[in-house]
């Protein structure tokens, strides 16, 4: 079928007798972004370094994380899969991987109780070093944010870095702990 420069997005990173002329469903309509992320030769693909994952974070540029194209194109499988067969990824991670009921509520403030809380390994971590570990820490409660920012307020981060320290500190170095917030699983959207 050509070279990989000659190969539609799709084929990119697929052996050969598994690729098809057509695109399949889960990667049309695709971003430009992650076209292009998909149509780059995975050994072509630089893995971010903690460092520069450090710094990503402390810039609150979370756009800026990629994954290995092929995982990529393997998530985007995934997704489509989930969303196909349980509505949403929301829902899926709502009832399958956090065993949590809609509506989502607290039991008490934020931080107060371990069952408003759930520490799971990012199934699809992003393209960085592989011996950084990427968990997920999901909470029923909100955290409050800055209407004028769209970013969480001094307190907020505040709480979330005492949780932190206290929950991973003992165990880790200050130094190989960062946080990054990102603000799209809200009971309020859960409804």
């Not at 069952?115 to 029923?140: A, C, F, M, Q, S």
């Not at 907020?156 to 206290?166: L, M, P, S």
């Not at 960062?178 to 859960?190: D, G, I, K, N, Y």
Request: hydrophobic fraction near 35%; aromatic fraction near 12%; include cysteine.
């Amino acid at each position: 079928m050509g070279s990989v420069g000659n190969l539609p997005y799709w084929q990119v990173n697929v052996p050969e007798n598994e690729r098809t002329e057509e695109c399949p469903e889960f990667l049309r309509s695709l971003s430009v972004k992650d076209i292009g992320i998909i149509s780059t030769p995975d050994s072509e693909y630089k893995r971010a370094t903690w460092p520069e994952v450090q710094k990503i974070v402390a810039e609150n540029r979370l756009d800026a994380f990629r994954r290995v194209p092929s995982d990529l194109r393997r998530y985007l499988e995934y997704t489509w899969k989930l969303k196909r067969d349980y509505g949403s990824v929301m829902n899926f991670v709502l009832t399958q991987r956090l065993h949590w009921e809609a509506p989502v509520k607290p039991r008490g403030k934020p931080f107060e109780f371990d069952d408003d809380i759930k520490i799971l390994w990012n199934d699809w971590p992003y393209g960085i070093d592989e011996r950084i570990v990427h968990l997920v820490v999901w909470t029923k409660f909100e955290l409050a944010e800055n209407p004028v920012t769209d970013d969480l307020t001094d307190e907020a981060r505040a709480e979330i870095d005492k949780y932190v320290r206290k929950t991973f500190g003992s165990r880790i170095p200050q130094d190989r702990v960062s946080v990054a917030f990102v603000s799209f699983f809200s009971p309020t959207r859960l409804g």
